[in-house]
């Protein structure tokens, strides 16, 4: 069952495995750093990043809600 947490302002659902990309957005980079990833999900419907240890995530953004999923 998915989590809701407020990342910088943004309310992003997530799977407890996916918890280090929520702790990279949230730890890791500042408001502005993260804001990158969030404006590109809403305009394109999605954004790609990978955290300092190499995994990798996707943020999706559909419906007015964010989804942050962990890449293979």
Known sequence: MAERIKVHG???DYEKGDIEGIRYLTEDLD???AKVFFEHAKNYGE???EDDNDRQFTLTH???VYTL????
């Open 10 to 12: 943004f309310y992003t």
């Open 31 to 33: 408001y502005n750093e």
């Open 47 to 49: 954004s790609q990043f």
């Open 62 to 64: 559909k419906s007015g």
């Open 69 to 72: 999923t962990r890449r293979n």
